[in-house]
């Protein structure tokens, strides 16, 4: 039978699912999913405490919900423990085995595991999922002060929703400036400004690695001897691709499970796409990226063999306290022409040859973004 396998209910898996049925392919599906399969947009997990959210709310569907709209098999709390590529079967933790004909994997990424030391480590908490925004939900009622480990992307869309809450928050990590991965410090510095306003405390460049347990709840003294305490820490220091399945079944693996332009990997019968997938060299874990691959490759699936084309992918930070729009450039060679004003900043970055390559935009300066991105068609196409 021409059974396709979808491994994850995340976006990306029951977004591939869903462009099949719009291509009014009706092959039998099965999805499993180590989750309860609820279809829900994960972005919302860093901004709804502040929309007074909880795990429910953010529900858009339950996996019956699902099951009936996709007209497929969704197999839930259900690990694939094992992918044996030759027989083309998987293995359950429910003891079942699965035989595919076509294989997606769509198993995400898991946040990763400092390795902290100190009596209160292993309370850190992490959040990555719905079931892990419960807990984090339940844990912050009567809390006044939490930590937040990792002044990156993800921690200072937490911060930001629990300023919003009324939650004293201190930002720490060995970052130079919050967000440094993804924008330059001028930007950073300006989200930094204005949550510091809002009641956040910076803690750069100075994190020792060690969170301990204390009479009132957590306690860690910092590289310059300052202590800084907690009721609540969430360490939130950014996600890598699960690829420990793909590996173990001798699949092409780098920093992403390998795919080519196809979203195939190295078994001609095995695709992967969204945070898990690095497409044709690259690991791109936002929710665009997986939209256009799952649309191509729902093309692909059905007989139209169709590359993933990349559009210009802008990434929008939630600190809607000063809200962040970037066209990241990695670590291209160049410059950026920065301009500051009350407002927030405004770069755009340029290649070693004055090529418009990339662009930050911050506080209102972020309404600017189809502007920005015009401008970098058309210089695009000159
Ligand atoms: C807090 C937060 C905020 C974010 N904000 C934004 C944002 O504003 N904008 C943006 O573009 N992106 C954002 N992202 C990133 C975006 O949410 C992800 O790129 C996207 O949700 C990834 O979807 P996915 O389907 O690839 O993975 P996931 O949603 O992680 O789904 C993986 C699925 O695989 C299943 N699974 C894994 N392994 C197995 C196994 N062995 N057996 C069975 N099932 C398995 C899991 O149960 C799950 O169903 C954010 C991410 C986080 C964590």
């Given at each position: 039978m021409n059974r396709l396998v979808i491994i994850g209910t995340g976006l990306a898996g029951y977004g591939l699912a869903k462009e099949l049925r719009k291509r009014q392919d009706k092959r039998p599906i099965t999805l499993i999913?180590?989750?309860?399969?609820?279809?829900?947009s994960k972005p919302m997990l860093s901004s709804a405490l502040a929309q007074n959210k909880d795990a429910a709310a953010l529900v858009m569907a339950s996996a019956e919900q699902m099951m009936a709209q996709l007209e497929a098999e969704i197999i839930t709390h259900t690990q694939v423990e094992q992918l044996d590529t030759a027989a083309r079967t998987l293995q359950l933790s429910s003891g079942q085995s699965i035989v595919y004909h076509t294989l997606v994997l769509a198993v995400g990424a898991n946040p990763i595991q400092l390795p902290l030391q100190g009596s209160g480590a292993a309370e850190v908490m992490q959040v990555n999922s719905l079931a892990d925004y419960a807990r984090w939900r339940t844990r912050l009622q009567g809390v006044e002060r939490v930590m937040v480990i990792g002044p990156g992307l993800i921690g200072c869309e937490f911060a930001n929703d629990l300023l919003k809450v009324g939650k004293q928050v201190s930002l720490i990590g060995p970052d130079p400036w919050p967000i440094s991965a993804l924008i330059p410090e001028a930007a950073g510095r300006a989200v930094q400004q204005r949550l510091a306003e809002a009641g956040a405390t910076w803690h750069l460049e100075t994190f020792n690695g060690a969170i301990e347990k204390s009479a009132q709840g957590f306690v860690t003294e910092l590289k310059n001897g300052q202590v800084v305490e907690g009721d609540l820490v969430l360490s939130a220091v950014g996600l890598r691709p699960n690829i420990a399945l793909a590996q173990a079944a001798g699949l092409a693996v780098n920093r992403g499970i390998v795919t080519d332009a196809y979203l195939q990997t190295s078994d001609p019968h095995i695709y992967a796409l969204g945070d898990c997938a690095e497409v044709e060299g690259r690991n791109l874990p936002y929710v665009q990226p997986l939209m256009v691959a799952g649309r191509a490759l729902a093309a692909t699936l059905s007989g139209e063999a169709t590359a993933v084309v990349y559009p210009l992918m802008p990434v929008?930070?939630?600190?809607?306290?000063?809200?962040?729009?970037?066209?990241?450039v990695g670590k291209m060679e160049g410059r950026w022409a920065l301009s500051q004003g009350e407002d927030g900043v405004l770069g755009r970055f340029f290649d070693q040859q004055e090529r418009l390559q990339g662009f930050v935009l911050t506080g209102s300066n972020a309404a600017l973004k189809g502007q920005l991105l015009k401008e970098m068609e058309e210089r695009a196409a000159s």
């Open positions: 999913s180590s989750d309860d399969g609820a279809s829900y929008a930070i939630k600190t809607s306290l000063h809200p962040v729009v970037t066209l990241p």
